[in-house]
């Protein structure tokens, strides 16, 4: 999956398809556009909220950060769990998440940390 991913991060002209040049497969979303990756675990179906260029040192946007509304998940039976309310989360450890840093960089998840979220009612 990773080698399929990085083909994706080329330099292709605007009219190129990074599905023509990847052995990925598209596959239908139910509530957005663009099509899902059949072979990743998991999808985010999202909807584009913000856009916040980055400018660089000539005043020129060079980049953007994205802000989107996750309106539909779907999750590998093989990662999905369910806490003791019954509530569904992805098991990061089965998942094994790969994430790209930048420049040349990926980063593979090998240690996961649990912590519970403190009640913000008794936090004065």
């Known amino acids: 999956m990773l ?64 802000i989107a509304e996750v309106v539909m998940v779907h999750a590998n039976e093989g990662v999905l769990e369910h806490d003791n309310t019954g509530r569904p989360y992805v098991n990061v450890e089965k998942l094994a998440p790969i994430s790209r840093l930048g420049h040349l960089d990926y980063a593979l998840t090998t240690e996961t940390i649990e912590m519970e979220m403190p009640n913000h009612k008794l936090i004065t």
């Open 3 to 66: 080698e399929a991913a990085n083909v994706t991060c080329g330099d292709y002209s605007h009219n190129e398809s990074e599905w023509d040049v990847s052995t990925l497969t598209p596959i239908p979303a139910v509530k957005v556009m663009p099509p899902r990756v059949a072979e990743s675990v998991v999808h985010l179906e999202c909807v584009l909220r913000h856009e916040y260029p980055i400018l660089n040192r000539e005043d020129k946007p060079h980049a953007s950060i994205l």
